[in-house]
């Protein structure tokens, strides 16, 4: 099988640190008044420790500049289990240098949720009820002012008090989906268990059609068999670039406060 054609497969950075650069040049030349742009420069990062280098003639990108004015930036990576999703996060911490928060991190050891459907005992533990929402707001009310990326499946958008500035989300066909959590026993049973159907049709899907429903989503990656991760991946951040640079050219005004 050729490896760079499953969604499994990890990418290398390549040369989006300049891209944020160069981008920034831009910016600078088209928006800044001279007395800014002459004091901002690039900025470069060490990929090994994801910690920003800072030189003395490199010191600024439109990110700096973006969360300057914005007062925050918080990147939501949300999305089905398996799809790859926290690997995306953790490109984007390589290539932004931000800090990165697991919301599966949060959930509160050894606690479910026992719910019947269909005479059927399922445990949930993902449920709004097994979470320390306290303790997430509180990190990520600690780190947004410096930029913050979140990942994980699942996250109820009335238990925070905090609003993202990008959110994704990356979905998948349910029986791709279906099959990857067999495969890696995530789910306790057979393929032609109707259990299985059960749990996807009267659980899973509910709770992910919700969460695309009540959140804002600013772009929806829906992954194939033949998906490689560099494609989503490029994509991705190229998207979060423009948008970026977009809303600077704009003269955009903070808009992050919470609201449904």
């Not at 040049?25 to 002459?38: A, E, G």
């Not at 049709?201 to 194939?224: Q, V």
Request: with cysteine; charged share 30%; net charge positive.
């Amino acid at each position: 099988m050729n490896k760079s054609k499953t969604l499994n497969i990890k990418k290398k950075s390549s040369k989006k640190q300049k891209k944020l650069s160069r981008q920034f040049d831009d910016l600078s030349n088209d928006n800044l008044s001279k007395s800014d742009s002459s004091s901002y420069t690039s900025k470069f990062f060490n990929k090994q420790a994801n910690k920003k280098i800072l030189s003395d003639e490199s010191e600024y990108t439109i990110l700096d500049e973006f969360i300057k004015r914005n007062k925050q930036f918080i990147v939501l990576v949300l999305g089905l289990p398996c799809s790859n999703k926290s690997e995306i996060a953790k490109e984007l911490v390589v290539d932004l240098g931000l800090p990165i928060l697991n919301i599966n991190n949060y959930l509160v050891d050894g606690k479910f949720i026992d719910k019947e459907v269909d005479g059927v005992k399922f445990k949930l533990y993902e449920h709004p009820d097994n979470y320390n929402w306290k303790k997430l707001n509180e990190d990520v009310g600690k780190l947004k002012k410096r930029g913050v990326i979140l990942y994980g499946n699942y996250l109820d958008i009335d238990k925070i008090d905090w609003k993202p500035d990008v959110t994704y989300f990356i979905s998948m066909g349910y029986n791709i989906c279906k099959k990857k959590l067999i495969e890696k026993k995530l789910l306790p049973y057979d393929e032609n268990d109707p259990k299985v159907n059960i749990y996807f049709n009267k659980i899973f899907n509910p709770i992910y059609d919700e969460i695309k429903t009540k959140f804002k989503i600013n772009r929806f990656f829906n992954l194939k068999e033949e998906t490689t991760f560099t494609d989503v991946y490029n994509e991705l951040f190229d998207g979060l670039i423009g948008m970026i640079n977009s809303r600077l050219k704009s003269g955009f005004t903070p808009g992050h406060k919470k609201s449904h």
